[in-house]
Every structure is written in C-alpha cells, then in structure tokens.
C-alpha cells in the first residue's frame, strides 16, 4: 500500500473510532432540564423526592416543606401511622414530600410553598443544590421571586421554592407526579422499573428523545399509578387520588384510604379510628340501602367485589358512602423496545463504517 493511501486509511480509521465513542457514550453534559408539562387541570397535588443531604428527622423534614401534618407525610411514605416526629432520616435517604401543585402557562409548580427564610452565608445555589436537594435550580428560586441579581439575597428574606409538578392524565389514566432526582449511574428502564411504569411512558412525559440523553442530577416527572374512588365532586376533598403504595387521612381525620394497585384501583377506605378534627365525633359511615359500613365487602380478597366505598364528605359533619364494584387491575403495559432499538441503529451504523474500511483497504492493498 502506498504512503498516500496509508495515510487516508489511518485517517478514516480514527474517524470511525470517533464515531464509534461517540455512538457508545452516554451523554453527561449539563443542560437545564424541561419544566413539567401541565395543560389539561388548573390544580392537584403532587410529589418530589427530597433526598436527605445529612442526618435529619422527620420533624425538620416536614418543617422544611411546611407540610401541614406529619400524618400526612407518613401516609405518602407509608411509613406507621404511630411513627415519631423525632424518627431519624439517614444521609441519602429518600423521603417523599407531598405539596399542592398549580398549572399556568403549560407549566406546574408548587403552589406558593415551601417558603425558605434565609440565613447567614446562604446563597441561591447553595440553596437549590444542597438545602433542597437539586429539586430546583438557583436560576428557578431567582426568577420565581423576582431576584434580579443572582448573587444578592438578604438574611430573613422568604423564598418561595418553586417545587416541579404536573396535574395532567398520562395515556388516559389519573396518576400522580412525582419529581425524581436522577442518581449518577441510573437509566430510563431502572427508573421505570422502579416505580412500575415504562420506559417509553418516561421518555413520553419528559420530551426525552434518547434514553441516553438522561443526565444525573435531572428531576425527572414520574407518573405514579394511583387509585380513586367515587368521590362526589361536591366533596371538600374531590377529587382523591392517592399513589400505590400509600395512604391518606380525609373527612376530618376520620377516614383512612389506601392503594394497593395489584389487588385493585379503587382505594380501600376504612374508618380511621383517630379523633376528629373540626368536627365533635366521626359520623356515621354505614352506606344506605345495605347493611354494610364503610370499608365492608362482600369478598375481601378479590377484586370485583362489592364494597361500601367512601365517596367523600360535606361541610355539614356528613361522610358520603357508595355502594361499589372494585376494579380490577389491567395488564401492564408492554415494555418499550425503543431503546433496543436505537442501540441496533447505532451498532448498525458501527457495522457499515467498518465495512467501508475493509473495502478500502482491500482495494488498494
């Protein structure tokens, strides 16, 4: 082989492996993740994952938040309902935090909480990244509260943290977002199997194109399944969605809901055995036309049973009830192949720059 055609070889050779690294090689270069898309309800209430950047307690946790009872925050960890304040919260751990969320201009956001007072030697990012565990941005808090210099805050001053959400159906069914920080080393099936959903639907929700497109540090919208019941839209607590896996206190305290998607989509109410709040005693829950009460069935371990379902509750120190047929959990849905394949596309594509060089260097050898 000649000195010239040598040369041109080396020089397609190098630009083959360029290509070959840069087909094999996820990308990790920042980029400010998309706002949560939310167009189709004005309100709802969502999740993020808030992980925990040191030894903490539930009591501060929820303090942060302002979220308004530590019942509530157990129910979306579902964790005891006896559970401590005082309960200790590890480095890294991951605790859900429930907020209400407020669509506007195609986008969602926390709805005017949490506000963070701040404090001596703080600063936007600081703030973001660590207090808030990177479920915001520096530029987000700054443009949310009308900050125009980025690096002047005052000590004392409220900062509303303007949490990720969404209110919107996902494929036709009622879920609930959650804000999930992407952990170094995660990927779009680990995270879809993670929380019972599929890659394509990730990858749908967040406007991702390429699986390997994912970035460390992203808050990721997460539909989470969820089951509801027949809530009358006149009820102060319509509509109930609450994601599997947790539960909720309603009425006053003195119902207490829960999902578990695998037996069934409806909620699985009961009476919550707890005092009430606002109200003397719980009222009545026994459903009319039956003599079955409230959380009664006709089958408790199947699905399709009838049941006295709770169907929510009036200002007037009343708890609806609904005679009502469970329903059953469809099949899941087919797992995506689209990241299959775009790995053969860019193995194809490997394929054939390999081949032209054998070519090449068959013709002139």
């Not at 309800?41 to 946790?61: D, F, M």
């Not at 829960?258 to 005092?275: A, E, R």
């Amino acid at each position: 082989m000649s000195t010239t055609y040598q040369n041109h070889f080396i020089k397609l050779t190098i630009i083959s492996i360029f290509i070959i690294i840069t087909i094999s090689t996820p990308s990790t270069s920042a980029q400010a993740a998309p706002a949560f898309k939310c167009t189709t309800k004005p309100t709802c209430k969502a999740l993020v994952g808030y992980i925990s950047p040191n030894k903490t307690t539930l009591s501060n946790i929820q303090k942060l938040f302002q979220v308004k009872t530590l019942r509530t925050l157990l129910g979306v960890n579902n964790l005891p309902p006896n559970t401590p304040s005082n309960y200790s919260v590890a480095v890294n751990s991951t605790v859900k935090i429930p907020f209400p969320c407020r669509c506007f201009n195609g986008t969602g956001v926390s709805n005017q909480v949490p506000k963070y007072k701040v404090v001596k030697n703080d600063g936007l990012y600081h703030i973001a990244a660590q207090v808030f565990s990177g479920l915001v941005t520096d530029q987000q808090i700054q443009s949310a509260n009308g900050i125009k210099d980025l690096n002047l805050i005052i000590i004392g001053q409220d900062l509303w943290i303007p949490l990720p959400c969404s209110c919107d159906d996902v494929d036709g069914e009622k879920v609930v977002h959650y804000g999930h920080v992407v952990a170094a080393g995660s990927s779009v099936d680990k995270i879809a199997s993670e929380f019972g959903t599929t890659p394509q639907t990730l990858m749908t929700v967040n406007d991702i194109k390429d699986p390997k497109d994912l970035i460390a540090g992203q808050v990721l919208d997460v539909p989470l399944r969820a089951c509801n019941s027949s809530v009358n839209p006149a009820s102060f607590d319509y509509p109930l969605l609450v994601p599997d896996g947790t539960y909720v206190d309603t009425a006053h305290n003195c119902v207490m809901c829960k999902c578990n998607v695998s037996k069934s989509l409806t909620l699985q109410c009961d009476p919550s055995g707890l005092k009430a709040v606002d109200w003397p005693t719980c009222p009545s829950m026994k459903c009319a036309s039956s003599n079955m009460f409230l959380g009664n069935s006709t089958d408790q371990s199947s699905c399709g049973s009838s049941s006295c379902a709770y169907a929510g509750f009036l200002k007037n120190q009343t708890i609806l009830t609904t005679m009502a047929t469970s329903i059953c959990p469809g099949n899941s849905p087919n797992e995506s192949n689209e990241g299959l394949k775009i790995n053969s596309r860019g193995w194809s594509f490997i394929t054939i720059m390999l081949c032209i060089q054998l070519l090449f260097l068959h013709r002139f050898l």
